[in-house]
């Protein structure tokens, strides 16, 4: 069986809950642009592990907490 992997996360939600930060204050905060912010959030660029790391590191939880991979089947 042939599965295509799709990176799901859940930065938006950690910002919230991180006290409304904005998409610019964590990219600042770890070394990106806010373009760069917006694009995972929106599922559109996956992150390359030192960045997934750092964003992890911003809300002081493992990566597995903001990024999961999802399956999807090909026919």
């Known amino acids: 069986m042939k ?3 799709r990176i799901e ?3 938006r939600r950690l910002r919230f809950d991180h ?4 998409q610019q204050a964590l990219a600042e905060k770890v070394g990106a642009t806010r373009q760069t912010v917006l694009a995972i959030e ?3 660029y996956a992150p390359s592990l030192e960045l997934a ?3 992890a590191d911003a809300f ?4 597995q ?3 999961q991979r999802e399956y999807e089947k090909l026919p």
């Open 3 to 5: 599965a295509k992997m």
């Open 19 to 22: 006290g409304e930060m904005t």
């Open 65 to 67: 907490e903001v990024f």
């Open 9 to 11: 996360n859940k930065v």
């Open 53 to 55: 790391f750092r964003i």
């Open 42 to 44: 929106a599922g559109k």
């Open 60 to 63: 002081g939880v493992g990566v």
